[in-house]
């Protein structure tokens, strides 16, 4: 089975507990707060990659002795996954100010010109959408707490670490956007290793290993980290180059460049005063963007960023052979960071 066809296997079935799971709780509400939750089911169900629950899958069937779960713990671990991402993904966007998400607007946007002539309340789309970026937290936990997961408390323990750890990275990630002063050269790559390679790589493919029966082998434990984390942060040095580069990421053009973040490009570029005293600033007229832009090209930022990646994804290539797990699992692997590093 290539990747394709294992995205297929499993993906309509992710999609259908996730709006299990919603449609579940709407039984018990009223109207109005049915709607919220229908927003905010229908935000979560927006086309993404869905590698979170798809690599949970992946870990889950790499070290599985027997069926540990069944396929509808299965896909309600996986699709909780997908569900805590558009939680961190509503929040994300309220403080980035971002206005489209997945090629749709930002649920705050979307709620606010819902309830904007019912409501006398300017921020009433940011209001709601906070606390239904809360609900889903709790939702997942009310989900994975009915299900008899193996090493439940392991598990519990990684799921929480790996949400302590994207938060942590958050923290760093605002504290260095826009920042003035003392950056920290290599910044760029913890948080990334925080917010991109824990959260989305490392943690899901853990966490499927910890619902087996296998999970007891801190060896192997410690070659799963030095497979996966690479490819993480690699595929976070990715997201910065297209952010900026690629009109058709579907995030919003130079979005980075506006906020001021410090990414990869800027980790890894030599700039002088007049940069940062144009790349600081809270608004930025789209001459000096393109400044901005220019500075980057020609600060070779772009090209050692690609070095990096690239070096990053081949290390994780190298360490998935020394994983535990079948061949064909390795295969799969392989073709998830060769699909991620493409530009």
């Known amino acids: 089975m290539d990747f394709v066809e294992f995205k297929k296997l499993h993906l309509e079935k992710i999609d259908f507990y996730l709006n299990k799971i919603f449609e579940e709780k709407k039984l018990t509400l009223n109207k109005e707060l049915s709607e919220l939750i229908e927003e905010v089911k229908n935000f979560s169900l927006r086309p993404g990659k869905r590698i979170r629950p798809l690599l949970f899958i992946l870990g889950y069937e790499a070290y599985k002795e027997n069926e540990e779960l069944t396929e509808e713990q299965l896909y309600s671990i996986a699709a909780s996954l997908e569900i805590m991402h558009a939680f961190l993904l509503i929040h994300d966007d309220i403080m980035d100010r971002a ?75 605002s504290l260095y956007s826009l920042r003035k002063k003392q950056r920290i050269k290599g910044m760029s790559f913890e948080i990334a290793k925080l917010k991109t390679a824990y959260y989305s790589f490392y943690y899901p493919f853990y966490l499927g290993y910890l619902a087996t029966n296998s999970a007891s082998n801190l060896e192997e434990i410690e070659t799963i980290k030095k497979a ?17 580069f690629d009109k058709s990421s579907g995030k919003t053009n130079t979005a980075d460049i506006m906020e001021g973040k410090y990414t990869s490009l800027i980790d890894l570029g030599d700039y002088d005063k007049s940069f940062f005293s144009i790349f600081i600033k809270s608004e930025k007229t789209s001459e000096e963007i393109q400044f901005l832009i220019e500075s980057i090209k020609k ?33 799969l692997l392989r073709e998830i960071i060769n699909t991620l590093r493409s530009i």
């Open 299 to 331: 600060s070779k930022a772009y090209d050692r960023a690609l070095e990096k990646m690239n070096k990053l994804f081949d290390e994780s290539l190298e360490k998935i052979e020394d994983l535990k797990i079948d061949e064909e699992y390795k295969q």
């Open 99 to 173: 206005t489209m998400r997945r090629g749709a607007p930002t649920l705050h946007l979307s709620l606010n010109a819902k309830y904007m002539n019912i409501v006398n309340n300017k921020k009433i789309g940011e209001d709601l959408s906070i606390v239904l970026g809360d609900l889903l937290f709790f939702y997942v936990l009310n989900v994975i707490s009915k299900i008899n997961i193996p090493n439940f408390r392991d598990f519990l323990e990684a799921f929480s670490e790996c949400y302590i750890s994207t938060a942590y990275g958050q923290l760093l990630d």
């Open 228 to 244: 996966i984390i690479p490819a993480g942060i690699a595929f976070q040095i990715r997201d910065d180059i297209i952010s900026v």
